[in-house]
T-cell receptor
Framework: SQTIHQWPATLVQPVGSPLSLECTVE??????LYWYRQAAGRGLQLLFY??????ISSEVPQNLSASRPQDRQFILSSKKLLLSDSGFYLC??????????FGPGTRLTVL | EDKVVQSPLSLVVHEGDTVTLNCSYE??????LLWYKQEKKAPTFLFML??SGIEKKSGRLSSILDKKELFSILNITATQTGDSAVYLC???????????WGAGTKLIIKP
């Protein structure tokens, strides 16, 4: 069966510091991968999606970037965090035309 | 612009009540509508609806889609405290297979 891992679970970072969140998927190959951000009490905002290694589409211009160095690894990064980057970050995988499955999420607080 | 609107934003009922959650959408090239339940962490998949008028059912939860009026409802009968969660609706577009998310309905079941 497929599983999706995210780490860390919780992160507190100072403004201006770098960020790296990692997501890995097991039990499937060539999945579509997604990074979402969820602000408190809000819906999910799609940040990036990837249909294959090295293929990244950005939905929202901002100071975040994503990379997919391996088929089942998806990384969300920032060189300098802003206060507005605080939120709950969710990684998901899915096949085109089917539901998406979510990782446990990372709660990021930028102080 | 594509959008998904959920109502109500929050709802408090007593255990045993029946609730109906609404999701309306304006999405170009509709493909499917999905319902998710989010407790403390990652959303978990409930239903995917693609055809009008066909009810999907899982225990005390059921959902139906109206593609003419562009909405879906999620019903929960005989609610229990474990049903307390945020219920998210998302619509998939055939244009790019991305999910457009509603803001969610926060449901609280009081014992």
């Amino acid at each position: 069966s497929q599983t999706i891992h995210q780490w860390p679970a919780t992160l507190v970072q100072p403004v201006g510091s770098p960020l790296s969140l990692e997501c890995t998927v097991e039990g499937t190959s060539n999945p579509n991968l997604y990074w979402y951000r969820q602000a408190a009490g809000r819906g999910l905002q799609l940040l990036f999606y990837s249909v294959g290694i090295g293929q990244i589409s950005s939905e929202v211009p901002q100071n975040l970037s994503a990379s997919r160095p391996q088929d089942r690894q998806f990384i969300l990064s920032s060189k300098k965090l802003l206060l507005s980057d605080s939120g709950f970050y969710l990684c998901a995988w899915g096949d085109r035309g089917h539901e998406q499955f979510f990782g446990p999420g990372t709660r990021l607080t930028v102080l | 612009e594509d959008k998904v609107v959920q109502s109500p934003l929050s709802l408090v009922v007593h255990e045993g009540d029946t609730v109906t959650l609404n999701c309306s959408y304006e999405v170009t090239n509709f493909r499917s509508l999905l319902w998710y339940k989010q407790e403390k962490k990652a959303p978990t998949f409930l239903f995917m609806l693609t055809s009008s008028g066909i009810e999907k059912k899982s225990g005390r939860l059921s959902s139906i889609l109206d593609k003419k009026e562009l909405f879906s409802i999620l019903n929960i009968t005989a609610t229990q405290t474990g049903d307390s969660a945020v219920y998210l609706c998302a619509v998939e577009s055939r244009s790019n297979y991305q999910l457009i998310w509603g803001a969610g309905t926060k449901l609280i079941i009081k014992p």
